[in-house]
T-cell receptor, first 112, second 112 residues
Framework: SAVISQKPSRDICQRGTSLTIQCQVD?????MFWYRQQPGQSLTLIAT?????????ESGFVIDKFPISRPNLTFSTLTVSNMSPEDSSIYLC?????????FGPGTRLLVL | EDKVVQSPLSLVVHEGDTVTLNCSYE??????LLWYKQEKKAPTFLFML????IEKKSGRLSSILDKKELFSILNITATQTGDSAVYLC????????????FGDGTTLTVKP
């Protein structure tokens, strides 16, 4: 299985600021997904980030709000821009490794 | 519209009981159905099901898929307090992106 780490594990931010979440995988993975899980809800896909191409965003999510980088096959970042309290969620990166989808440990974000 | 529906939404049992969690789906381009256990932040992978009628087992957990009736069940026998978690069902799409849609989850509470 793949070993995945995320930084930060949690943060408390002020509205209007931005936070960049890092996701590191110990193996090279082609497909990387970013999910959000708002309190009491299930996982919602934000975007798909494959190395060498622009991220593909799901309905309701835009690049200006959630810019993503994927500089290589083991690393990706998600930025939550101009945050509001509604962005308070757990954010999870999810690489697909050997045809199995794994999840990072998550970043718990609270926006005041 | 694609959807994944889990039932029940929550379940409270006592140690030693057997539970069955349900997942029905309506999606286009079905590739596989996945079960995850979520205790704190990150879901952990349990099973991937791609073929009908083939039971997958891991200890006290087992799961089976019915692609004709479009549902899957997750069984847990001889439940323990450590089984308390949210169990998520997801359907993976058969596209190059390989993304998944998640159900709302079943919250299982196992009392001593």
């Amino acid at each position: 299985s793949a070993v995945i780490s995320q930084k930060p594990s949690r943060d408390i931010c002020q509205r209007g600021t931005s936070l960049t979440i890092q996701c590191q995988v110990d193996s090279q993975v082609t497909m990387m997904f970013w999910y959000r899980q708002q309190p009491g809800q299930s996982l919602t896909l934000i975007a798909t980030a494959n190395q060498g191409s622009e991220a593909t965003y799901e309905s309701g999510f835009v690049i200006d709000k959630f810019p993503i980088s994927r500089p290589n096959l083991t690393f990706s970042t998600l930025t939550v821009s101009n945050m509001s309290p509604e962005d308070s969620s757990i954010y999870l990166c999810s690489p697909t490794y050997q045809e199995t989808q794994y999840f990072g440990p998550g970043t718990r974000l609270l926006v005041l | 519209e694609d959807k994944v529906v889990q039932s029940p939404l929550s379940l409270v049992v006592h140690e030693g009981d057997t539970v069955t969690l349900n997942c029905s789906y309506e999606v286009t381009n079905f590739r596989s159905l996945l079960w995850y256990k979520q205790e704190k932040k990150a879901p952990t992978f349990l099973f991937m099901l791609t073929s009908s009628g083939i039971e997958k087992k891991s200890g006290r957990l087992s799961s089976i898929l019915d692609k004709k009736e479009l549902f899957s069940i997750l069984n847990i026998t001889a439940t323990q307090t450590g089984d308390s978690a949210v169990y998520l069902c997801a359907v993976e799409y058969n596209t190059n992106a390989g993304k998944s849609t998640f159900g709302d989850g079943t919250t299982l509470t196992v009392k001593p």
